[in-house]
């Protein structure tokens, strides 16, 4: 994907991220666990499940030759394992993994999804995430009838249709989920300044007031998912408690989207390679996407088939809490400061809160291609389209991104935003896939609405089976409050249809 190299060099992640499906399926490799349980319909649909794995490029290994017996006969990390039926405590292919990040469990139960009928979304999310902490599986799948259906911890539930299509569906809805793993930044990542984060003594004391408004909005509609607590899961035994809690990184629990407020950013006007000062023009952009020269950090862009140098100033933002209540905040200890500070992501913590409460979002690397993103537009906007409201509401008042797991209505347009990444693969928001896809598909749509770009207000990006977030210039309580908007204009739509 154009672009997308920018995300990787600007946040130190490896460049060998795979971006498509094809890409993602060919880097896979799966072994299956021997069977826990036999039925006729498990066994049918894992052999046609083999099957289309090896027609998409997958490599399946047998097991004995997926175990690492110089550790304790683990299977080695990276591999994928697929357990069959549901099995005992100490059977349980979660027992045998390496790594609970790099081997993916993957388990077929003969039996639909135990979602209750009608659920709301926090209903359906309690419900999946019960069962991924009972079997300690990342993707449960669920045979019924002739079709199947998996979820995953963000509260997907996607239904697959029939047999017929595995192919299809295994590489463009489950391969990605495998993929693109679920791992937060490393703590030793992040450069902590804690306690100095006073949001009234430098000023922001009415962005504290539009995060407070708009939480009492997602509060009332309910889109917005509550924190699940892992003291309210049910579990085999302590030892299975404690791996959720490493897996969360000793999190209490899981909480769902994010409210953001970019904080105002001085941008230059992108100049075009042709134009540059000879070091700029000289300098191996293909190899490294980032250039740094005492301090002051350079991109090179494409777009609208030329080659832009935009400087890059440091980025900050007012972000909720990992973990925190999103919907019930407390603002003194649940809205820190998140940046890009001297090439490092840096979090200062509010006063009397340690970096230990403060863990790295899921979420991180995605708010922050968000961010660098909306730099990088408003620095071409204003070279290209100078009458543009985004770069002066950047500059000025800074700028919003709001995270929901819900999905924008096609009949309830919002003006002048962008909308983008319906095509891209399900990847969560805590992927480096969805930073890519974030920063990458909001430069792209700019050229595919070249004759909007003079009002243009901000992006709308949709991950597919995991939710939206929109950034632009409406503040975070004017996106709740249109998210509320919409979906009473599609209750209503439901209703009069009924």
């Not at 004995?64 to 017996?69: I, P, S, V, Y």
């Not at 291609?369 to 950047?394: C, D, Q, W």
């Amino acid at each position: 994907m154009k672009n997308s190299a920018l995300i990787f060099d600007l946040l130190n992640i490896s460049r060998n991220v795979p971006l498509s499906e094809k890409e993602m399926a060919q880097s896979l490799t799966v072994t299956f666990q021997p069977v826990h349980k036999n039925t006729d319909r498990l066994n049918r649909f894992t052999e046609k499940f083999k099957k289309a794995l090896v027609d998409i490029g997958v490599k399946i290994l047998p097991y004995e030759d997926a175990l690492d017996h110089e550790n304790g006969g683990k299977v080695r990390s990276g591999i994928v394992i697929i357990e069959q039926g549901l099995g005992k405590d100490d059977d349980l292919a979660i027992k045998t993994v390496s790594s609970l990040y790099h081997n993916p469990v993957v388990c077929i139960f003969d039996s639909p999804p135990p979602i209750p009928e009608n659920p709301t979304l926090q209903e359906t999310l309690d419900s999946i995430v019960s069962v991924l902490a009972w079997n300690l599986s990342h993707v449960p799948i669920f045979l019924h009838d002739e079709k199947w259906t998996f979820c995953t911890m963000n509260g997907a539930v996607v239904e697959c249709g029939n047999w017929n299509n595995l192919k299809d569906d295994i590489l463009y809805s489950l391969i990605p989920k495998l993929s693109a793993q679920v791992v937060p930044p490393k703590r030793e990542d992040i450069y902590y300044r804690e306690g100095v984060f006073d949001p009234i003594e430098e000023g922001y004391g009415d962005f504290i007031d539009d995060f407070m408004s708009a939480a009492k909005i997602w509060r009332d509609n309910g889109l917005m998912l509550a924190h699940t607590s892992i003291e309210d899961l049910d579990y085999r035994n302590r030892f299975y408690k404690r791996i959720v809690s490493r897996y969360l990184d000793h999190r209490t629990g899981m909480s769902y989207g994010f409210m953001v407020k970019q904080l105002p950013t001085p941008v230059e006007p992108a100049v075009e390679r042709t134009e540059a000062p000879d070091f700029l023009q000289k300098h191996n952009w293909e190899e490294s996407a980032v250039l740094e020269i005492n301090g002051d950090y350079y991109l090179m862009i494409n777009l609208f088939e030329k080659e832009w140098i935009v400087n890059v100033p440091e980025v900050w933002l007012m972000s909720t809490r990992s973990g925190c209540n999103k919907t019930n905040l407390n603002p003194k200890k649940d809205i820190l400061k998140l940046g890009l500070f001297d090439g490092k992501i840096t979090i200062d913590t509010p006063a009397g809160i340690t970096k230990q409460e403060c863990r790295p979002s899921y979420d991180t690397y995605a708010i922050l291609a968000h961010a660098l993103g909306n730099v990088i537009t408003a620095s071409i906007l204003m070279r290209e389209y100078p009458s543009s409201p985004f770069p002066k509401a950047l500059q000025e008042r800074g700028l919003s991104v709001s995270h929901w797991h819900g999905y924008p209505d096609a009949e309830y347009p919002l003006t002048g935003y962008m909308l983008h990444g319906m095509e891209n693969p399900p990847v969560s928001c805590s992927t480096p896939q969805s930073a890519a896809y974030a920063i990458g598909g909001k430069l792209n749509s700019l050229e595919k609405k070249l004759n909007l770009l003079d009002g243009y207000r901000g992006d709308i990006h949709v991950e597919p089976h995991h939710g939206t977030n929109i950034t632009g210039v409406m503040s975070i309580t004017e996106t709740a409050a249109w998210v509320d908007k919409m979906h009473k204009h599609n209750q209503s739509k439901k209703t009069i249809s009924n």
